[in-house]
């Protein structure tokens, strides 16, 4: 069996992966990717469609296209990429620690064969999986012809397979929104987009572009309460939803043979919650400081597994941090002081969970509501710190901007301060 | 083609019939419709080897599951079937509840089950921590067990062919006549085949079974049973069976930890028109849940994986198990609901003796060999063990499903020893049974099956019949980019 060091390893190889490994190998760290996929790039590599990179590269491209760039430098870097390899296990090694935290220990699996790793940092890269139709208790029949969006769209879009002919999307994530397009571009007849809430899951831009352009009705505030036929699907049961109740005698049916489901994401963190990593039940990510630290020591995490994200270019904006601040972290590099921050009135989380006033740090956060003109305060134990004027908020918008010593300026605060985020 | 006997239905009654019969010189072959065995109510119900203490030992059920229940041990160590005693507690949530507890105690003493108790609050607790701070005491059957249903067939299925038995699966049958000695039973696809005696072990189509073979006309009536399986990260897993205090119409609802580490919730009881429904239903799962919070407080709804139904096929109070008073050569084995699986050996057993009775001539076969291959599982390996397997065969490296844990090897296994289906492939060897259900693996599944079967894309199947997976190619439509 093999055995081998590293300074640091970063688990998956998608946009996330590669951007903290870039930074690390940048710092001179020696750096491994793992990836149980037989190719670098993770979920883009299928995401045929474009819309990636506005922010990134100032322009507009497909998945594989934007992956490429990354890929081309990983390439040409020092970072050991080991594909097809699924890391089974990973722990605090049972070694003496080293001078700068302990060491970790990777149990690794590739038809090559096992291999063992150690290394100073860990960073979790694994993305994401979707919600199943268990995970929304979507109740009925479960005959063939029920696939979530994204194994949809590695069929066609891959392995070039139709999954079907008359489609509806239960839910309306981006992928099934970008699915009920694909879906009729090959020919298929998608019939209806249907959403439990009162506004759409995905993007806006998608909803034109994918579901108005194609005149595809999408019906709000409907959730499915049946699956019908028993070898392969033959429809579906929508019942309206009125006061926040069914109301099951406007329940209607729609044929069709194929049910995609887009509803939601979760992070994949079942490695890391073996490990001891803790995770936030919010975001179902792990709970990070103002390094993007966990609450394991040397290990870090970035993208969608810390939390779900609406596009690539910031997963790989945080990512790129996360390398940073995994090469500070090897360096003996700490933040002096942290404070906790805290997702106060209609905000449903912000990440990071700690914030270091000393430098400057970019906040993730997401809305409970949907609203215009909404005003976003920061309190710093209860002062107004900063207020931001937003022209409309939504939870399916992530809110992105960045605080730094500027903002801590001439204030008094100590590690039990709390930094609270309102949206009125 | 002639044989012996011919078992019709192969699902936990069936396998173990076939299995007990392969022991002899004869010449035995199971017929299945489905695409695969165990694909009926055997795939899915609790997963339970009961405690011998629900049933009056008046009733055959009884005998049968008391007797079936003690050779699991055995057939564990010739079959590798994942199978263990972990222990079945009946849980009481207030005073009265404890009188009908008494009641199942002295049942069970009187069924002389081993190690049987009557547990207060204190050592109900201590011997599983999870229940509700409510529960007043309760019982305790050391000897009850979890086990996979499926996989439990699969293995009687595989060793009852490496002796000899023949399988043929999608084999419907449709019609049956007399010659001379014979039963002529045919399918719907036209196959035929003779036999000297036939089984009905049809499950919830025992009644059209019988009818086709003009024995005793009864009907067989479904009673649903939905279910909700947990995930292995769940903390609501507890380290036995609970069951809640029986009704009148049930066992009533149960958390189960399933031998793989995930855990059940379930089964409700529903009388069911179509017997080919397997629909779950809003209703009865917000029940479940409800239900299984009131015995293990820790129970979330975000623990859930999946939800599922199986269909028990229910005659009268007891098992139906006897020799035909009106069609000749026939055995009818129908009605088997609940402890069925816990009795299926001694069922194995008891329609060998009845074949005997009727003028079967049962020789036992000179190197009859009881024991099947021991497959390793990549999820039960540690890295060492793994790394040389891999030195031999580098598909063990690859890990399809990584939910569970299961690497392509042991797929490519369930392939080659007949599991052709996605559904078939996930009872064999857990892939797309896990968290992601199929979402990360299906399609890596569908080209191993193609590899290994020659099967074209239009071909694969979620469970066989009209259950196709794909509609088209874009080869094929010229769409391919």
């Known amino acids: ?424 | 083609m002639e044989f012996d006997a011919a078992i019709i239905g192969c699902g936990v009654s069936g396998a173990n019939i076939a299995r007990r019969l392969s022991a002899y010189s004869i010449k035995t072959a199971i017929l299945e419709k489905a695409a695969d065995v165990s694909f009926g109510t055997s795939k899915a119900n609790s997963g339970i080897i009961h405690g011998g203490f629900h049933h009056n030992k008046k009733y055959l059920k009884a005998r049968l599951e008391i007797q079936g229940s003690l050779m699991f041990d055995q057939l564990r160590r010739e079959l590798n079937f994942p199978f263990r005693r972990c222990g079945i507690i009946v849980a009481a949530l207030h005073e009265e509840e404890m009188k009908a507890v008494e009641h199942l105690y002295m049942q069970g003493v009187e069924n002389e089950v081993i190690g049987i108790e009557l547990c207060s609050r204190q050592r109900i607790l201590e011997l599983e921590p999870k229940l509700s701070a409510d529960t007043v005491g309760g019982l305790y059957a050391p000897g009850g067990g979890i086990i996979e249903p499926y996989r439990f067939v699969f293995a009687l299925v595989e060793s009852a062919l490496k002796n000899g038995v023949e399988l043929f699966t999608n084999f419907k049958v449709e019609k049956t006549s007399r010659n001379g000695d014979y039963w002529v039973i045919r399918a719907e696809d036209g196959r035929e085949i003779k036999a000297r005696y036939a089984i009905n072990s049809a499950g919830l189509f025992a009644d059209e079974v019988s009818k086709t073979f003009g024995a005793e006309e009864f009907t067989i009536s479904a009673r649903k049973g939905e279910y909700f399986l947990l995930d292995r990260l769940t903390k609501a897993c507890p380290s036995k069976v609970v069951f809640p205090v029986p009704t009148s119409v049930s066992k009533g609802m149960l958390v189960i930890p399933t031998v793989e580490g995930t855990a059940l919730v379930g089964p409700t009881a529903d009388a069911v028109e179509d017997k080919n429904d397997f629909s779950t239903t809003t209703k009865r799962l917000e029940q479940i849940l409800v239900s299984g919070k009131t015995m293990i407080p820790s129970l979330s709804q975000n623990d859930v994986i999946t939800a599922f139904a199986g269909l028990r096929p229910c005659l009268g109070e007891d098992f139906y198990i006897e020799a035909s008073k009106k069609a000749p050569a026939f055995v009818q084995v129908a009605g088997i609901q609940s402890p069925g699986l816990t009795a299926s050996p001694a069922i194995g057993e008891y329609v060998k003796n009845i074949l005997l009775d009727m003028g079967l001539q049962l020789t036992e076969k000179p190197g009859w060999d009881p024991y099947i291959e021991d497959r390793p599982l990549a999820r039960g390996l540690n890295l060492n063990e793994l790394d040389s397997l891999i030195a031999k065969d580098s598909a063990w490296g690859n890990i399809v499903c990584r939910c569970e844990n299961v690497s392509e090897a042991e797929i490519v296994q369930a392939v080659k020893l007949g599991h052709t289906t996605l559904d078939g492939i996930k009872y064999f060897t857990r892939a797309q049974m896990g968290r992601c259900q199929g979402g990360f693996c299906t399609y890596k599944i569908i080209k191993i099956i193609m590899r290994e079967t020659g099967l074209s894309w239009n071909e694969v199947t979620k469970h066989g019949g009209k259950s196709r997976i794909l509609e088209a190619s874009l080869d094929e439509i010229g769409m391919a980019q």
């Open chain 1, 1 to 424: 069996m093999r055995e081998l060091q590293y300074d640091a390893v970063v688990i998956g190889a998608g946009a996330a992966g590669m951007a903290a490994a870039l930074e690390l190998d940048a710092s001179g760290f020696t750096c491994a990717i793992i990836e149980r996929e037989d190719h670098l790039g993770g979920i883009l590599m299928q995401c045929i469609h474009n819309g990636f990179g506005l922010h990134e590269f100032s322009e507009e491209l497909t998945g594989p296209e934007f992956a490429e760039r990354f890929i081309e430098r990983v390439t040409k870097s020092k970072i050991a990429v080991y594909l097809n390899t699924t890391v089974t296990q990973f722990a605090p090694a049972h070694s003496s620690p080293s001078a700068s935290g302990s060491l970790k220990e990777l149990y690794c699996v590739s038809p090559q064969g096992a291999m063992r790793i150690q290394s100073r940092a860990v960073l979790l890269a694994m993305g994401c999986r979707e919600r199943n139709r268990g995970n929304v208790r979507i109740p009925g029949s479960r005959p063939a012809g029920i696939f979530t969006a994204g194994l949809a769209q590695r069929l066609v879009n891959i392995e070039g397979y139709i999954p079907g002919k008359e489609v509806v999307v239960i839910g309306s994530g981006d992928i099934g929104l970008i699915m009920a397009r694909r879906m009729s571009w090959v020919g298929c007849k998608v019939k209806a987009v249907v959403e439990i809430m009162p506004y759409p899951a995905g993007l806006t831009r998608n909803i034109v572009q994918c579901l108005r352009d194609f005149d595809i009705p999408l019906y709000l505030s409907s959730q499915t309460t049946g699956v019908f036929g028993n070898d392969r699907v033959e429809g579906i049961e929508v019942t309206p939803m009125e006061n926040g109740v069914l109301a099951p005698e406007k329940s209607f049916r729609i044929d069709c043979d194929t049910v995609l489901l887009s509803v939601g994401l979760i992070p994949e963190n079942e490695l890391s919650r073996a490990a001891g990593v803790e995770l936030n039940s919010v975001t179902n990510g792990p709970s990070v400081d103002s390094s993007l630290m966990t609450n394991m020591e040397g290990v870090f995490a970035c993208g969608n597994v810390l939390h779900v994200h609406d596009i690539v270019d910031w997963v790989c904006e945080e990512s790129r941090r996360a390398g940073r601040y995994a090469a500070q972290w090897l360096r003996g590099e700490r933040p002096s002081l942290q404070i906790r921050a805290r997702a106060g009135s209609n905000v449903r989380y912000v990440n990071p969970a700690r914030i270091a006033p000393e430098r400057e740090n970019r906040i993730y956060m997401r809305s409970m509501v949907v609203k215009n003109d909404a005003v976003l305060e920061l309190r710093l134990d209860n002062r107004v710190l900063r207020s931001i004027k937003e022209r409309h908020v939504q939870p399916s918008e992530m809110i992105s901007f960045k605080i730094g010593p500027k903002d801590f300026e001439g204030l008094e605060f100590n590690s039990d301060s709390i930094l609270e985020f309102c949206i009125s």
